[in-house]
């Protein structure tokens, strides 16, 4: 399936730029928006379906590069991945600068996300 968002870059708290696959509804007038959390595996096809998904149901998605591009399919790379974040600043910045970029298209938004545990 096609997807049909696209890459956004909007702004942390303390002003660093970040990447994320935004999918928007067609009917964007009072669309709630939701944040969505990537699996260990990075931002990659599969949770960019996630957002379309949600888009198509009405949602402004927006899903925020928290490996800055990296993704992978291979288990021990993905654990390198997220062992390499820093979840602190990923939550204090990443995900409140997607709340904030998101404010400026939504007044209702939620976040949601998958695991990252090791499987």
């Known amino acids: 399936m096609r997807h049909i968002g696209q890459t956004v870059s909007f702004t942390r708290p303390d002003g660093q730029s970040v990447n994320g696959y935004l999918a928007r509804p067609d009917l964007t007038d009072g669309a709630p928006a939701i944040i969505v959390v990537q699996e260990w595996w990075g931002l990659n096809n599969q949770i960019r379906g996630v957002a379309d998904r949600l888009a198509r149901a009405g949602y402004y998605a927006l899903v925020p590069d928290l490996y800055r591009g990296a ?22 910045q990443d995900i409140r600068g997607a709340v904030q970029y998101l404010g400026t298209l939504s007044s209702r938004i939620g976040i949601t996300g998958f695991c990252w545990v090791a499987r």
């Open 71 to 92: 993704s992978t399919v291979a288990q021990e790379e993905a654990h390198h991945l997220m062992s390499k974040l820093n979840f602190g600043d990923a939550v204090a």
